[in-house]
């Protein structure tokens, strides 16, 4: 048997045998459960506006509520089988970022509280900041040369 | 301070918020089962999409409709950013684009980094 024809049976094996994961299940999980979230955060900033405040401000708390809240129940390790049952349900939302600081800042504790937590906090979050930040630049960018959003909106 | 709490559960704006920030969440959960794309990856493409559809202004809309729905998700993050960035821009120009995006996000930012390294003091792995 030549090299590539066995790869290609043995790709054929895996897909045999692996369980198809099931999209559909899945999906419906993701959305009660990226609803809710965003649901408890809405009941949040309806609070917040309740009590005056403008919409940054409400906006801000309530994502620091959120982080605050998923960063305990990671710390409870409950984060985890929620993650695993309602897939990117949990992880789209800001609560998802906020797991992914703090397990590795969590496992990596051990090795010190400057490089291991300090260090390791942003293996995940690293990219989505530094992705996010430049093309808020580039945002700003474009805007100082076109000076107007509506030119791009067609 | 009373609260009005029939304002705080009004049935439409919650529906609204759910039904958005679920269909934001089911498109990450097909990236994720039909694209071999790790989480991380698909993180920066929620927020890298959020800052330019917030830079388009389209995505202003969207929050407009949905409220939370849509600045809970990540790419709600990402048009703080862009949001931020053009007002910046607005006020001091160039120096703006990179200071504005940081600004509007610092306070879900710092406020966090120092919540995230409590939680990792108090709890073991």
């Given at each position: 048997m030549d090299p590539l024809e066995s790869k290609k049976t043995y790709q054929d094996y895996v897909d045999k045998k692996s369980p198809n994961s099931k999209i559909l299940k899945n999906c419906f999980n993701a959305f009660w459960v990226g609803g809710l979230i965003c649901t408890i955060g809405q009941v949040i900033l309806n609070i917040c506006k309740e009590r005056g405040f403008d919409t940054q401000t409400s906006g801000t708390i309530v994502s620091i509520l959120l982080i605050g809240i998923s960063a305990f129940l990671t710390g409870l390790n409950l984060f985890n089988k929620i993650g695993k049952f309602a897939g990117a349900g949990s992880l789209i939302p800001i609560t998802g970022f906020a797991n992914s600081i703090v397990s590795p800042a969590m496992e990596y504790k051990s090795e010190g509280y400057v490089m291991g937590v300090g260090g390791k906090m942003f293996t995940v979050a690293g990219p989505v900041l530094v992705f996010g930040i430049s093309a808020s630049i580039l945002v700003g960018i474009i805007y100082l040369i076109f000076n107007t959003q509506s030119v791009t909106l067609v | 301070?009373?609260?009005?709490?029939?304002?705080?559960?009004?049935?439409?704006?919650?529906?609204?918020?759910?039904?958005?920030?679920?269909?934001?969440?089911?498109?990450?959960?097909?990236?994720?089962?039909?694209?071999?794309?790790?989480?991380?990856?698909?993180?920066?493409?929620?927020?890298?999409?959020?800052?330019?559809?917030?830079?388009?202004?389209?995505?202003?809309?969207?929050?407009?409709?949905?409220?939370?729905?849509?600045?809970?998700?990540?790419?709600?993050?990402?048009?703080?950013?862009?949001?931020?960035?053009?007002?910046?821009?607005?006020?001091?120009?160039?120096?703006?684009?990179?200071?504005?995006?940081?600004?509007?996000?610092?306070?879900?930012?710092?406020?966090?980094?120092?919540?995230?390294?409590?939680?990792?003091?108090?709890?073991k792995a």
């Amino acid at each position: 048997m030549d090299p590539l024809e066995s790869k290609k049976t043995y790709q054929d094996y895996v897909d045999k045998k692996s369980p198809n994961s099931k999209i559909l299940k899945n999906c419906f999980n993701a959305f009660w459960v990226g609803g809710l979230i965003c649901t408890i955060g809405q009941v949040i900033l309806n609070i917040c506006k309740e009590r005056g405040f403008d919409t940054q401000t409400s906006g801000t708390i309530v994502s620091i509520l959120l982080i605050g809240i998923s960063a305990f129940l990671t710390g409870l390790n409950l984060f985890n089988k929620i993650g695993k049952f309602a897939g990117a349900g949990s992880l789209i939302p800001i609560t998802g970022f906020a797991n992914s600081i703090v397990s590795p800042a969590m496992e990596y504790k051990s090795e010190g509280y400057v490089m291991g937590v300090g260090g390791k906090m942003f293996t995940v979050a690293g990219p989505v900041l530094v992705f996010g930040i430049s093309a808020s630049i580039l945002v700003g960018i474009i805007y100082l040369i076109f000076n107007t959003q509506s030119v791009t909106l067609v | 301070m009373d609260i009005n709490w029939a304002n705080v559960f009004e049935i439409s704006s919650l529906l609204k918020c759910f039904i958005v920030g679920g269909l934001i969440c089911v498109i990450g959960q097909i990236l994720i089962d039909k694209t071999k794309l790790t989480p991380a990856r698909i993180l920066v493409i929620f927020v890298t999409t959020g800052a330019i559809l917030g830079g388009l202004g389209i995505y202003q809309y969207l929050v407009d409709f949905a409220g939370a729905g849509a600045t809970v998700p990540l790419t709600g993050f990402g048009n703080n950013l862009a949001k931020g960035a053009i007002e910046a821009v607005k006020e001091s120009g160039l120096v703006g684009a990179f200071t504005g995006g940081v600004k509007a996000a610092a306070g879900r930012n710092c406020g966090c980094r120092f919540l995230w390294l409590h939680r990792s003091t108090y709890f073991k792995a």
